[in-house]
């Protein structure tokens, strides 16, 4: 039997849009090239329109499967940004409040298999006549030249804004306004070749619990390898999770697993993961039962950093949609806070615009299962400039410095990946 194809070896052809996908712990890839149609809406019913009107294009497809094999497509594939208004600074141009396409062609592997859907209108077009790329994975040496160095004063000039950020958000929850809100920084890192081929088979050798993702538009890119599920629907089951709370990781088994046993027993922390766990547990209730959930997180371990995390998971009362769920859940307090509207309202006032950052990438298939994911570690390229976020959840206990410090190792999740080492 021939090896599957390697789908990331479809970005060498350079065709606009493209959309990647992949968790390589569950064995599934999904490569999307082109588009028949792109959805697009805004507002506060954004997830709740695409999510009527992917539907009702999907089911207009007439399927012309050319074996006994059951067809894995159409999909619809996307995202949503962390607002639901429209994006205003030039980087995120390309990539609106919600956005889901529905692809010429569609390579989805699960395990050994792999399927190509393939898409047209044939009042307009003919048939295309496309292959599958070659099986074997070409091997491609990471040729960027990063310079992600950043002068001391400037460094110390971070620490000193995001100290104040934090003080005022502390503030703001001793005085009740806030429980809990997640601020994130901004690095933008002027960049040669950067790779994001190269850094997503380096990240999935790494972090094969994580998705990879990518959606390659005409001018800008966003890629990037997260540890969070917002939500997965297949048939009547519903998976989410909280994943809230950090620790870095030890320089010896040792102190790794020292750290972490500190990190189960954190007060600061196990507080900042249960709002996380109440808010989808509040969520999912509405629309699922027979909610599964232990009664204390475990650890979630990456390179990075190891994190606090509690599956979650039910069975529908009704039929919902993947794209449904995701707008029921975000965004958890694991991206934003308690209570969620004035965390956000501080977020929009004091950030530079998340875009898609923190937001959510995935696809749904035509009975509306599917997964999405949280944008998080990820990485957005606009020409020669690269532009990286990292958050940290900030309750009352919050250490300045120390959120800091969790920003900062949750940049290198990326940057590792290119072979650069981030020292801050």
Known sequence: MAAPPELLELSRTGAAPFFYWEHPA??????????????????????????????????????????????????????????????????????PAACVMLPKLLWIRRQERCTLTRIWDPAREERPDV????????????????????????LAQQ????????????????RGILR?????????????????AGMLRTSRATRPGCFSFWFARAQTALFGSTPELLVR?????????????????GSSPEQDRALGEALLRCAKNLEEHEYVREAVRAALGTVAAHLQMPARPVLMRLPEAQHLFTPVEGRLRGPRTVIELAGLLHPTPAVCGVPREAARELI???????????????????????????????????????????????VAGSDPLAEFAETEAKFTALLRSSGIDHAG
């Open 131 to 154: 292959a599958f790329p070659p099986s074997q994975t070409v091997a491609a040496a990471c040729e960027s030249s990063l310079n992600a160095a950043r002068e001391p004063e400037a």
């Open 233 to 249: 629907v297949e048939g009547e089951r519903v998976c989410s999770g909280a994943l809230a709370g950090s620790a870095p990781r």
């Open 348 to 394: 929009e006032r004091e950030e530079p615009d998340r875009g898609w950052y923190a937001g959510t990438v995935g696809w749904m298939d035509r009975a509306g299962n599917g997964e999405f994911a949280v944008a998080l570690r990820s990485a957005l390229i606009d020409g020669p400039r690269m532009f990286l976020w990292a958050g940290a959840g900030i």
């Open 180 to 196: 809990k809100v997640v601020l994130s920084r901004r690095i933008e890192i002027r960049r040669a070749g950067a790779d994001p």
């Open 26 to 95: 569950r064995g599934m890839a999904i490569a999307a090239l082109g588009s028949v149609v792109e959805l697009r809406a805004s507002g506060k019913r954004r997830f709740e329109e695409l999510s009527s009107r992917a539907q009702e294009l999907l089911s207009r497809i007439r399927l012309d499967c050319e074996t006994a094999e059951p067809c894995d497509g159409p999909l619809m594939v996307g995202g949503f940004g962390f607002s639901d208004r429209e994006s205003a600074a030039r980087e995120w141009r390309e990539f």
């Open 159 to 174: 620490r000193a804004r995001w100290r104040e950020r934090v003080e005022r958000a502390r503030a703001m929850v001793k």
